[in-house]
């Protein structure tokens, strides 16, 4: 009920102040408005005398003609843009860009996914000594994946196995990948 008396207080003060300023333009500023508004009735008096003017058949026919190709350029060129766009949309889909990972976290990846995956089972314990880089570099590889999600970690009481997510085979497999030609062909 408030929400309802405060609408009406706000419209009728809006109410009230658009007499206002509509009382003060009429009455005060009527002169330096005047010529304004009669050269704007004016012109649209000049324009509508030209479009009653009698015109030939062609000339009407000519200028429709033309809207009409200016509305089809128009419609095809919003078109195409949108066409455009989901060309990109499907590009982006179908070939990804690789997140940018250092030389370091591709060469644990690769050592992920050349000892992982099939009845093979890789260990976190023994990814660092299988990679053979400093324990630095190694933990800084690590977190650069984990950050993009490309692998997972299996906890288990046997010890904890580490493999490829989706998104990793993804990255490994694409095209770009530098160390491509290092993974195991199996086939």
């Not at 949309?89 to 996914?113: F, G, M």
Request: glycine residues 6%; proline residues 4%; charged residues 20%.
């Amino acid at each position: 009920m408030t929400s309802k008396r405060i609408k009406l207080l706000v419209w009728t003060l809006v109410g009230a102040a658009l007499a206002t300023v509509v009382k003060m333009l009429v009455t005060d500023e009527w002169t330096s408005i005047r010529p304004l508004l009669t050269g704007l009735w004016d012109w649209l008096g000049s324009v509508g005398a030209w479009f009653s003017r009698p015109v030939s058949f062609p000339l009407w026919v000519f200028m429709l003609a033309t809207l009409i190709c200016a509305c089809v350029i128009g419609v095809l060129a919003i078109a195409a843009l949108i066409f455009k766009q989901d060309l990109w949309d499907a590009e982006a889909k179908l070939n990804p860009a690789l997140p940018a990972i250092d030389d370091n976290a591709s060469r644990v990846l690769t050592v992920i996914a050349n000892n992982s995956g099939g009845e093979k089972e890789l260990y976190v314990s023994e990814l660092p000594k299988l990679v053979g880089m400093p324990h630095l570099f190694f933990e800084a590889a690590m977190d650069e994946l984990e950050r993009f999600g490309l692998f997972s970690v299996d906890f288990s009481g046997y010890g904890d196995h580490i493999r490829l997510t989706a998104r990793g085979r993804q990255y490994i497999l694409h095209r770009d990948f530098p160390y491509r030609d290092m993974l195991n062909a199996r086939r």
